[in-house]
């Protein structure tokens, strides 16, 4: 089955770790996207990539790095520069990134990220 | 500066009832609207869209309407069952690039027995 895919779907980081979050899809799809949820807050974009080996930085990217090797892998790191890391992390991607697009998502199930 | 707006955090609708869910916006350069259903713990999934030039798009038990002069969309659900508990985000954009996307804070739906 077309998905994507993210792991772990929790996990538990010490203060001042980096940590790498995965996301894979397998839809062919040349968009791919980073959201941060928080309680009672909407989706907010932290960094997308239209195409491989090309990113951009969306409205929440500080202290977040991401990479685009590959069409499939998108993975996210979370930095220890990162002020406030506990939240939950969605993947998603589109069909295409450039032109006109009716913004249909497809979301992976999350990761959920806390710092003891 | 929040463009688009859900400001029912909740709603309670028994069941075989209308749920109605509220969305506002600032921008009137949005020029398609999506719905999204999101349960615990899992990704949000696409529920329906409605493009500017429409004020009512249909499927099945569910109907979005969107009223442009007043910069309000709104979700019927009809009948609401027990399935269709979950949180709920609008969201906006304008023009071409998913990146593009406005969310709304989500609004939490419980369907009662």
């Known amino acids: 089955d077309g998905g994507i895919t993210q792991s772990p779907k929790y996990l538990f980081r010490k203060e001042g770790q980096n940590v790498t979050l995965s996301c894979e899809q397998n839809?062919?799809?040349?968009?791919m996207y980073w959201y941060r949820q928080d309680p009672g807050q909407g989706l907010r974009l932290i960094y997308y990539s239209q195409i491989v080996n090309d990113f951009q930085k969306g409205d929440i990217a500080e202290g977040y790095s991401v990479s685009r090797e590959k069409k499939e892998s998108f993975p996210l790191t979370v930095t220890s520069a990162q002020k406030n890391p506990t939240a939950f992390y969605l993947c998603?991607?589109?069909?295409?990134?450039?032109?006109?697009?009716?913004?249909?998502?497809?979301f992976g199930e999350g990761s959920r990220l806390t710092v003891l | 500066d929040q463009q688009v707006k859900q400001n029912s955090p909740s709603l309670s609708v028994q069941e075989g009832r209308i749920s109605i869910l509220n969305c506002d916006y600032t921008?009137?350069?949005?020029?398609?609207f999506l719905w999204y259903k999101k349960y615990p713990a899992e990704g949000p999934t696409f529920l329906i869209s409605?493009?500017?030039?429409?004020d009512k798009n249909e499927d099945g038990r569910f109907t979005v309407f969107l009223n442009k002069s007043a910069k309000h969309l709104s979700l019927h659900i009809v009948p609401s069952q027990p399935g269709d508990s979950a949180v709920y985000f609008c969201a906006a954009i304008i023009g071409g690039g998913a990146q593009k996307l406005v969310f709304g804070q989500g609004t939490r739906l419980t369907i009662n027995p």
């Open positions: 921008n009137s350069m949005f020029d398609y």
């Open positions: 839809l062919n799809h040349d968009a």
């Open positions: 409605i493009s500017s030039i429409k």
């Open positions: 998603a991607s589109s069909i295409s990134g450039q032109g006109p697009n009716t913004g249909e998502l497809f």
